[in-house]
């Protein structure tokens, strides 16, 4: 498990062009793009083992490398995800989303984060970044409420390779 990402909700290029000037970047230093569909369920009652209960998700995703962490720019377009409802989504307002952690094939979220609750699990089903497609990359996403806990969202990140 390591820790090495840091992501902003953002909901127009105003806040995009916002969040990069505020870690001394351009918004044309964000390079990797990505748009992302996916299966998406949010909250506690589904289950990850079946996925015909999910809705479809899509959402944009920017990063900058340049800073030592992987910095996202996250915005979803359509279906379901687990901002909605929360005040800073609702205001429109940019807001830091979570914290990131790519996960080792097999490894398991730490136990302490196991009595969080759950606020979305997503398998991604399509890219458009050239890197995923080439490689036949997809992934899967745990996000855990830890806002009590820790003030954001923990964001667990599996790759599923070919």
């Keep these: 498990m390591k820790l090495d990402q840091i992501a ?3 909901h127009n290029e105003r806040q995009a062009a916002a969040v990069a000037a505020y870690h001394g970047l351009n918004l044309s230093d964000f390079s990797v793009e990505d748009r992302v569909v ?3 369920a949010c909250g506690r009652k ?3 083992n079946d996925t015909s209960t999910y809705t479809m998700s899509k959402a944009h995703l ?3 490398y340049s800073l030592g962490i992987e910095l996202e720019l996250l915005t979803y377009e359509e279906g379901f995800h687990w901002h909605m409802g929360s005040t800073p989504f609702e205001r429109g307002s ?3 989303s979570h914290h ?3 996960m080792e094939p097999g490894e398991s979220i730490p136990a302490m984060m196991n009595h969080c609750p759950v606020a979305q699990h997503m ?3 399509s890219h458009t970044n050239p890197y995923l497609i080439e490689n036949g990359r997809r992934y899967e996403y745990l996000i855990v409420d830890t806002l ?4 954001n969202y923990s964001k667990f990140i599996w790759r599923i390779e070919g």
């Design 8 to 10: 902003y909700y953002i």
């Design 38 to 40: 996916g299966k998406v």
């Design 46 to 48: 589904f289950d990850p």
């Design 62 to 64: 920017r990063f900058n």
């Design 94 to 96: 940019a807001f830091l």
């Design 100 to 102: 990131g952690f790519h």
């Design 123 to 125: 398998i991604t089903e």
């Design 148 to 151: 009590a806990m820790l003030g």
